[in-house]
């Protein structure tokens, strides 16, 4: 079994497709969430041991203990996926400080405070791997996103300040910025197959490349950064978004 890695939000959409798809190359993977059921549906898809923890990232601080006891007699932890997050899409004027805590904490916050936690391991072993999922709009912003673009802006300028700290101790760090990725944390995703497709081939129209994407597209890039594939590359901002915004 090659190495144990974290992933966050593994209970659904593109975090349980990246939990997939490292366990399917022979890494233990702890699957993160809050919802047990979901985690154990990704769970019998995975082809590898897996382990299941679910907390809700806003109570992280109550689970530090826990999370360092899980990681013991499993293989070294050497890999941490940052993917948990929500998206709430609302105009400046009608974006309450609640909405803008909400997103702070579970899209900035977890991340710092779990990297906080796992980054001594990483520097014990000489070697670790972040990777960051960001979004195409913390690069691009769009109108109704404004905390939202902003925070995933600022997990951006983490990443490249992480890596610049980590490079010393050859820890990697890499954000990956997903453009419309097909998951539940659109509206469109459960909708009858005619309406759904109406809504995404318009959204499309965006794009350099006239599809919007799979969880898998972002899976791969994930794993490409994760892993010792990309052993020369830190501090990489990688769009995987179909050329979103620049058509
Ligand atoms: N889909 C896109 O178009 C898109 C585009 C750009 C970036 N992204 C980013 O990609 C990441 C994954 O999104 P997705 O599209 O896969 O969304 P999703 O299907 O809604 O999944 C979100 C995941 O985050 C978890 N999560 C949310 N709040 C949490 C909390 N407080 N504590 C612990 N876990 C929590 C969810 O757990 P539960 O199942 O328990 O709710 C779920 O596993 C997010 O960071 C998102 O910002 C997505």
């Given at each position: 079994m090659k190495s144990s890695v974290i992933v966050t939000g593994a209970s659904s959409g593109i975090g349980a497709e990246i939990a997939r798809e490292f366990s399917k190359n022979g890494h233990f993977v702890f699957l993160f969430g809050r919802d047990q059921k979901k985690?154990?549906?990704?769970?019998?898809?995975?082809?590898?041991?897996?382990?299941?923890?679910?907390?809700?990232?806003?109570?992280?601080?109550?689970?530090?203990?826990?999370?360092?006891?899980?990681l013991e007699n499993r293989p070294p932890l050497e890999i941490l996926v940052n993917n948990a997050g929500i998206y709430k899409q609302s105009r400046f004027e009608m974006t309450?400080?609640?909405?803008?805590?909400?997103?702070?904490?579970?899209?900035?916050?977890?991340?710092?405070?779990?990297?906080?936690?796992i980054w001594p391991l990483f520097i014990k072993n000489k070697k670790g791997s972040v990777v960051n999922i960001s979004s195409t709009l913390g690069i691009k912003?769009?109108?109704?996103?404004?905390?939202?673009?902003?925070?995933?802006?600022?997990l951006n300028n983490l990443t490249?300040?992480?890596?610049?700290?980590?490079?010393?101790?050859?820890?990697?760090?890499?954000?990956?910025?997903?453009?419309?990725?097909?998951?539940?944390?659109?509206?469109?995703?459960n909708l009858k197959p005619d309406e759904k497709s109406?809504?995404?081939?318009?959204?499309?129209?965006?794009?350099?490349?006239?599809?919007?994407?799979?969880?898998?597209?972002?899976?791969?890039a994930t794993y490409f950064l994760g892993s010792d594939q990309s052993a020369w590359t830190t501090g990489a901002i990688l769009s995987v978004d179909g050329g979103i915004g620049q058509k």
């Open positions: 985690l154990q549906l990704v769970q019998k898809t995975c082809l590898n041991e897996t382990e299941i923890f679910a907390f809700d990232l806003k109570d992280l601080k109550d689970f530090k203990t826990t999370i360092l006891n899980l309450s400080t609640e909405i803008w805590n909400e997103q702070f904490q579970v899209n900035l916050l977890a991340p710092v405070e779990l990297t906080q936690l912003p769009a109108p109704g996103t404004s905390a939202y673009s902003a925070i995933k802006a600022a490249i300040t992480l890596a610049q700290e980590g490079g010393a101790h050859n820890i990697r760090v890499n954000a990956v910025c997903p453009g419309i990725v097909d998951t539940p944390i659109h509206t469109f995703h109406k809504i995404t081939t318009e959204l499309a129209t965006l794009q350099m490349l006239p599809r919007i994407g799979q969880p898998s597209d972002i899976a791969q």
